[in-house]
């Protein structure tokens, strides 16, 4: 693992960023913890494994992070997707920003567990990006990665065959669990929102309370925000306390984006958004 | 045809220049139509957030109809084009959701269309009122019943 | 805040169906409100008198009318508010007639919807800000689309009163359909005679920029202050070197491959041409279609006759962009096509009738290039197949209009009189030719114009047989024509040597795409909307844009000139004052919440929003914010409902108000 | 204290017993703390982890109406909700999680007494178990905790085996919950469950509690602060599942035009939202001074003012970080800090 | 309670006169100078802010605010005759028995007269209980001054001294008064520093600035007094919002010595 080390030191020593946003290993060796390294000899600490679960990019937006200056952040695919997203969405300029890309083995669902077909993350099974379609420089070498089942897509499915009852009786259920700790929000890359709509007082779209209604309303346009923004990293699931499925509404909106627009969030940050451009023959069956 | 009782209760999300101003020759040609539907004007359906629907049915509404200019007619040339792309994500995720789709009803009805408004709201009324209340949203609201 | 509530009767209207007494009633109980009346009629003296006089006594500092719909009387009310102190936009208006009274019948219902309508409408006002009109710029020039007469009328009559005009038309020349026809009804002047002076006038006018052969592309900007872009499309020809002296014209190679537009494809006309001797500007362009240069490089003959080096084969569409103040559009119109079915069309057409296969079955205005003197008969009448003098001619009326089966519902107006025109013009020429006429009824209102049919029957013997034609067939060179006497109430059947068709007006086929261009309404048949049927005929519902002439509906020459003229005098209304007052309705930035994501930026279809920077005290770089150009904001707040955190808001209708309305459902 | 031994077939038959009775249970199960309407639901397993979630939310609820209120034209009608009288049980909770109660009690009741937490909480009644879990989040020994801490329980259960615990009957609430169930229960073996109590594995002590306290003392601008607010993601993830977090927000929702209530909803001092003001001020406008209030108020301030650390050891809230942020490691620190 | 008087101060400032509409609990309620209230605007929420009148007139109380968020914007669309909640009084208050018999000076910017205005009025109810008294207020400009009436009454009074400024810039033609910061003008004033307390309170920055300058002027700083605002939401000592260190604002505070927050952590 000299790559990163040797890229990201080489970064860091020529004046190039000011700092560099990577892994270290934390507690056990199926654990890690983002760091971001300020001096080259803190790159040191820094591991590529199949435990670096946080998406960095949520960094790149924070105002103690950009307060830094120019950075470089560690990114695997679906990382750099949401780079991408967040240069379409003038968030960052990519001038401002060096990405490190790694080759991606894939990750683990959760830390603490074995990396196997078993435990490997949903959303690695069917990846398109294991190279970074965005970096400034590419460090690691691409191995096989075990195959698994996607169980997501599985749930995904199964809720889809329920009728419109038992969807809203499953999802009731599910959101009944939220505790509004906003979790999923903050640990979003694409929530950089200077204030969240369900903080909006005048008015409260949104109620902040974690009854039945607060939690329905906050899902829902939670999902809808990030429809066609979603880059799918999942980490809000991983966020939730609570164990609510988010990515059952992220992944089922990106496949409705998919589907209706051929459109993929995050991978061409000079594409026109989803939400901001239009077509002229948009699909208006549903109008009269 | 008229029911007393106002139930259902149906909000309406329309735009000034083409719905609104249909329902004003609805009015103009004394056409009738059923009077469940309470009209929120907005100046463009651009300008329609699906928040706004969600509130309604938070508010206790049974049905809400959505309606502005026909594609290419928009006052503000593309308000109804980027409105209709919010639909097609916002309506699937409502149907994903299992919110009962009846219950939503978008249509396009300019102003020279007084006889398609009054079609639309009577269709759509008559629709929610053989859906009934809507159960699943008072059900989550009813968390709220008082209990001092 | 003190709110009052004045609910109108509008005599019986609101009266009849709504309980005014028990809406005011139930209003005076909603929070904030501290007054509440109701009256027979609110928008009267006395009326607005009640309102401003509530104001004063009772220092309210909100109000609520409860009366016909906010387009008719907003105005009024909003002006008897200001009138008595208070902010015009802290009146708000429910609409107790249009959506209420005029719509339902039982009166507890509609009193219940009344009562709610008024709720919405004291939470919208409580939370009304009071916000001044915003004053533009108004830039004094006016664009008129289209160069027939309608658009040479309101061109000439704008730029008499001194104000800049950009004249756009499409073709290689302005004329339009007027300078196809021969004489003109009920006068029988010389079409061509009394416009050639006035497309001449527009080309020498000092005031107005001709630009023909040129399309509008793109119109930005709003009222007083549109940006327009225009296409001026490659003539191949330099219009600042060519003199018009018709010598490429001459030698050029290819005489027949083109049919003549102009003469309406009877004739056939050059590869580069003018589409008519007095075509103003006089300056050929290149059909590249037909020209053997284009197609493999090998002629160039037009070039090498001129002496001006003018040919000029390598140039390209050019765009230019506009300033412009006021629009009028006068695109005209075409007529109804009957040969082909119109693809995607619920249209069936005349097939029977056997436009298209027989060479002398013509429409109306072929007709007219015959009867014209400059027309490719010179004004003989010789029928297209072989030459032959007709004898026996038909005229059919409403072909395609008032026939919603295989055409158009609507009259096109103006073919009871050209008809009637034809037919005179023939028995003129061929004294011993008989003229028939299908007619389904003669609708001839207008000055002279009875007269002038009456004319046609009594003087001239043209023979009218009410009656519908239901095929025409050709035998022994003859067409028959078999239709119904239906006053007679016998079968009908003649052999004619020629059948003139008198065909719709319809709307240009690219009309419905120009307005979407430009922003204005059109209906089904894609003729352009005027904002009120009856008090703003020639005025379209996007602020500054006016409507002349047959794009609006079937008209003759007269009603034609004289809306254009009405259009002009909107545009110079425009012009009168500086400074235009618009509705303060417009977007507005919270700087701090605004995460600078720029997605109102995106759906902004004025191209409003701008990207500001925020510095810190020390001058440090914060954000990039969306910032809204109040000049260019028309309003609509799809900004308002993309911003994902609310940090743009449309005044007038903000999340706040309409939330408000939301809740008030109760 | 009263010891008594039940076997587990018994201390079923009890649970079932107490439902019948329409008591409220609450157990540790997979899915976090939940209210079982069977007691086949329960698990009796002292090794398991924690919960993602405290039972917090049994005494302090996410969310709950404080007032309702019914409006009309000027004039306003407020109904006091109340709060419902019914035994709960929390049956089998970890150590740290039962001493929550009392540290709570503290701020529920200094001053003005917090009713609806003060009668949930005076009908709730603890059995605690011993915990055999111990993961390099759990500090409980180091804010003077363990996992043999009957302290804070009404019962305590020490399992001898798979099939038999051991019962301490801590308090008298404890007695009178069991008391009509005396026949599940046998004479108790003291010794056994001192000798089971000895053998389990402790998590090791890794800081002072009081030198951390005097550190924060005198270290409010201090860098350190500066290195973990730039890692935290500013959710409030920690303080929701955190069994002693309590702060909350009051907001109003309107039901409908006339009524509508007055919500008391978990707040957290991790928002950036929390202290801004209506002008924009914020008096916390980093991270960095939100994460030292977290840290301070667990570590110094509550200690201050009430002699009782807000923290259990439990290490919910550095399992469930997103991005890691460990409280054990940055108290750990902090106490380096101090002895240097 | 029940809004019986509005009276708007400045464009965007209202004050509320309110009545108690029980008459038993308004006989019950009493409070000191310096305590604050929840008050409610139901279907909006509730606000913090003092008691802006004096203990000793308790046939209305009087609160002012300014309109910046939800609630307030919410309480300034009230009319005579509407309804209000009020939580109260909460807090501590101004230590007015140690004050007697000592020179008093007062020093408020903005708004911040209200919670000044209140001791205010307290101290010279009971006039002859005190030494010199002096007043010193600024705003923003001529047009955010507060109280103008009252402002006009004190400096009519001859037996306390009465200093009204605004920044510069913001005075009108016919501005009569000072034209100055706060701060400056305390320190061109230079009230007697022997025997004397102040209370100072006004927006953060010119508490900041005026502190120095009152030590300056040989003030001790446990007599320099000032009321602090923050996020407060249950007023109970519960919701952990206003905690600075280990004191609750709403308990503890508002009222706190330039001593006692000097030993706070600088958070507010």
Known sequence: ?288 | MENKNQDPKIVAFVCNWCTYTGADLAGTSRLKYQPNVRMIKLPCTGRIDPVFIIKAFEKGADGVLVSGCHPGDCHYNAGNYHARRRWIMFHKLLDYLGIDESRLHFSWVSASEGKKFVDVVNAFTNKVKAKGPFKKYENINKEFVING | MKIGVFICHCGENIGRTVDCARVSKAAGFFPNVVHSVDYKYMCSDPGQNIIKQAIKDLQLDGVVVGSCSPHMHEKTFRKAVADAGVNPFLCEIANLREHVSWVHDDMDVATDKAIDLVRFAVEKVKRNAPLKTIQVPVTKRTLVIGGGISGIQAALDVANAGYEVVLVEKEPSIGGHMSQLSETFPTLDCSQCILTPRMVEVYQHPKIKLLTYSEVEKVEGFIGNFKVTIRKKARKVDDTKCTGCGDCMQKCPIKKKALSEFDENLTTRSAIYVPFPQAVPNIPVIDTEVCTYFKNGKCSMCKKVCGRDAIFFEQEDQMLTEEIGAIIVATGYKLYTIDKKPKNSEIKGYGEYGYGKYKDVIDGLQFERIASASGPTSGEFKRPSDGKEPKKIVFIQCVGSRDESKGFSYCSKICCMYTAKHAMLYKHKVHDGEAYVFYMDIRSGGKMYDEFVRRAIEEDGVKYIRGRVSRIYEENGKYIVKGEDTLAGVPVEIDADMVVLATAMIAQPEASKLAQTIGIPYDKYGYFVEVHPKLRPVESSSGGIFLAGACHSPRDIPDSVAMASAAAAKAMVLFGSDMLEREPTIALVNENLCAGCFYCKKVCAYNAIEVKQIFDRQGNFVKEVAYVNSGLCQGCGTCNATCPSKSIELIGYTDEQIYAEIAALM | ?340 | MEVKEVITETPDTTTFRLQFKDPEVAKSFNFKAGQFGEYSVFGEGECTFCIASSPTRMEYLECSFKKYGKVTSALARLNVGDTIGLRGPYGNYFPIDEMKGKNVVFIAGGIGLAPVRCIIDNVLDLRDQFKDITIIYGARSVADLVYKNLLKEWQERKDIKTIVTVDPGGETPDWKGEIGFVPSIVEKTAPKSDNSVAIICGPPIMIKYTFPVMTKLGFREDDIITTLENRMKCGLGKCGRCNIGNVYVCKDGPVFTYTQMKELPQEF
């Open chain 1, 1 to 288: 693992m000299d790559d990163i080390k040797t890229v990201a030191k080489e970064l860091l020593t020529s004046g190039k960023v000011n700092a560099v946003i990577g892994y270290i290993r934390y507690g056990n060796d199926k654990r890690t913890k983002p760091f971001i390294a300020q001096k080259p000899e803190d790159v040191d600490k820094f591991v590529i494994n199949n435990f670096i679960l946080n998406n960095l990019a949520v960094y790149l937006t924070r105002k103690e992070v950009s307060k830094l200056g120019k950075v470089a952040v560690i990114a695997k695919g679906c990382d750099a997707k949401a780079i991408t997203a967040l240069i379409q969405e003038n968030q960052i300029k990519k001038e401002d920003i060096h990405v490190i890309g790694i080759n991606c083995n894939g990750v683990t669902k959760d830390f603490d567990i074995d990396f196997n077909s078993e435990n490997i993350a949903g959303k690695c099974l069917n990846c398109d990006v294991r190279t970074p379609k965005l970096c400034d420089s590419l460090v690691g070498a691409l191995a096989d990665i075990p195959s698994g089942e996607d169980l997501k897509l599985k749930m995904i499915r199964g809720v889809e065959a329920k009728n419109a009852e038992e969807r809203w009786d499953y999802f009731e259920d599910e959101f009944n669990k939220c505790i509004k700790c906003y979790a999923c929000r903050q640990a979003c890359p694409l929530c950089y929102c200077e204030q969240c709509i369900v903080d909006k007082s005048i008015p409260r779209w949104i109620e902040s309370s974690a009854t039945k209604r607060g939690n329905f309303s906050w899902n829902l346009i939670r999902a809808f925000h990030l429809a066609g923004r979603c880059i799918g990293c999942n980490e809000c699931e991983r966020a939730c306390p609570m164990d609510i499925p988010l990515s059952l509404l992220n992944r089922k909106m990106a496949m409705i984006a998919k589907d209706e627009f051929n459109y993929d969030a995050g991978t061409d940050m000079n594409a026109p958004t989803l939400v901001g451009s239009y077509d002229l023959k948009d699909n208006e069956d549903f109008i009269e």
């Open chain 4, 1 to 340: 204290m009263e010891e008594k031994i039940i076997s587990k077939e018994n201390l079923l038959k009890l649970c079932s017993d107490l439902l019948k009775n329409n008591v409220d249970i609450v157990t540790p199960g997979e899915k976090g703390y939940i209210k079982i309407k069977n007691e086949s639901e329960i698990s009796l397993n002292s090794k398991s982890k924690h919960t993602k979630a405290s039972f917090k939310e049994y005494v302090f609820p996410k969310s709950e109406p404080i007032i309702y209120y019914k409006k009309n034209q000027s004039d306003v009608e407020i109904i006091e909700p109340k709060v419902e009288e019914k035994t709960t049980v929390i049956f089998g909770a970890k150590p740290c999680d039962v001493r929550s109660i009392s540290i709570l009690s503290k701020i529920f009741n200094w001053d003005y007494k917090d009713e609806f937490f003060n009668v949930r909480s005076r009908n709730t009644v603890l059995i605690g178990m011993m915990c055999e879990y111990a993961d390099e989040f759990c500090f409980c020994t180091s804010v003077n905790l363990s996992p043999t801490s009957s302290d804070g329980s009404d019962v305590f259960l020490v399992p001898h085996d798979e099939n038999t615990f051991g019962v301490k009957i801590v308090t008298e609430k404890g007695a009178d919950l069991l008391k009509p169930y005396e026949n599940y229960l046998s004479a108790g073996n003291s010794e056994k469950t001192k000798a089971i109590e000895a053998s389990v594995k402790q998590p090791e002590k890794v800081f002072d509690a009081e030198k951390v306290r005097q550190w924060i003392s005198g270290n409010f601008e201090n860098d350190y602060w500066n290195s973990i607010g730039k890692m935290c993601l500013g959710c409030a993830q920690c303080a929701f599942v955190c069994p002693v977090c309590h702060c909350f927000d009051i907001v109003d929702e309107d039901y409908n035009y006339y009524e509508g209530r007055r919500m008391k909803n978990w707040d957290g001092c991790q928002f950036d939202m929390f202290t801004k003001h209506a002008s924009g001020h914020n008096p916390r406008d980093d991270q960095s001074k939100r994460y030292r209030q977290r840290i301070s108020h667990k570590f110094k301030y509550y200690p201050d003012k009430f002699e009782e650390i807000l923290c259990t050891g439990c290490g919910r809230c550095s399992r469930g970080c997103p991005v890691t942020i460990d409280i054990k490691g940055i108290v750990t620190e902090i106490n380096e800090l101090a002895i240097k």
